[in-house]
Nanobody, 127 residues
Framework: DVQLQASGGGLVQTGGSLRLSCVAS????????IGWFRQAPGKEREAVVC????????YYADSVQGRFTISRDSAIETVYLQMASLKPEDTAVYYC????????????????????WGSGTQVTVSS
């Protein structure tokens, strides 16, 4: 049974930091690219960053470039999203997912190709 469990969200002030975790199970972790997505109320879900299965290649949405960092730990089958310099516009539910590849850009939007959605965790940045 494929599962991706996100955690680590919370309430943080503008300029603060959070680290999200996504624990994977039920599939060969090292064979698949993983992505982080987010969805704010009334908005479509958008890709934040995606990382390749093995070589570490990753693509970031322009809105988070330089502030967020994705990483993966194969030993514990976990993907992290380190978020810094958080802004109110980062407020959303953050989801991890198995994706087709580490990403491409279409009409200025990061696209990774979602294969399987994981759970979400709420991030709220106060102004």
């Amino acid at each position: 049974d494929v599962q991706l469990q996100a955690s680590g969200g919370g309430l943080v002030q503008t300029g603060g930091s959070l680290r999200l975790s996504c624990v994977a199970s039920g599939f060969r972790f090292g064979d698949y690219a993983i992505g982080w997505f987010r969805q704010a109320p009334g908005k479509e879900r958008e890709a934040v960053v995606c990382i390749s299965s093995s070589d570490g290649r990753s693509y970031y949405a322009d809105s988070v470039q330089g502030r967020f960092t994705i990483s993966r730990d194969s030993a514990i089958e976990t993907v992290y999203l380190q978020m810094a310099s958080l802004k109110p516009e980062d407020t959303a539910v953050y989801y991890c997912a198995v994706v087709e590849r580490e990403g491409s850009y279409r009409y200025r939007r990061l696209v990774c190709g979602v294969d399987f959605w994981g759970s979400g965790t709420q991030v709220t940045v106060s102004s």
